[in-house]
């Protein structure tokens, strides 16, 4: 598999956790600890996927949103956000702000790597069907 992820989280032994699950699912992970960086990893590396928590240090999910939105960097990539509290305004205004899907952080790092393999796989299946010669 040739995917790339940022991963941005505050919880470096969480995040680290979820890096690990993430490398055994075969993905190349670039992990950062705050928002500043999570927004130029992004647009340096233009990864398959943003992760980012919402409360991240230096610039929360929704500013990293708003900066890469407004600077650009983020074109192809897919961002998931991970929320710890359950709230719906939160999960909203992440969605707005640009991200596909909002998590809740209590899922497991396997959980995450599982799922973010069936989008990217699903991503890669979709992508092979419009293929000239491609299975229809």
């Known amino acids: 598999m040739d995917a790339t992820i940022v991963l941005a989280t505050a919880d470096v032994e969480r995040g680290s956790r979820i890096a690990g699950a993430l490398a055994r699912a075969g ?13 130029s990893s992004t647009r340096a590396e233009r990864p398959d996927f943003l992760l980012i928590e919402l409360w991240t240090p230096g610039l929360t999910g929704f500013e990293v949103l708003d900066d890469l939105r407004a600077r650009g960097g983020c074109s192809g990539t897919r961002i998931i956000v991970l ?5 719906a305004d939160a999960a909203l205004e992440a969605t707005a702000a640009g ?38």
């Not at 993905?27 to 927004?39: I, L, M, S, W, Y």
């Not at 899907?101 to 092979?128: G, K, M």
């Open 83 to 87: 929320n710890e509290s359950p709230d």
């Open 99 to 136: 991200a596909e899907a909002v998590w809740p952080a209590s899922i497991s790092p396997e959980e995450i790597a599982d799922a973010l393999l069936a989008l990217y796989n699903a991503a890669a299946t979709r992508e092979n069907e419009l293929l000239p010669g491609g299975e229809s």
């Open 27 to 39: 993905f190349r992970v670039h992990h950062v600890h705050d928002g500043p960086t999570a927004a």
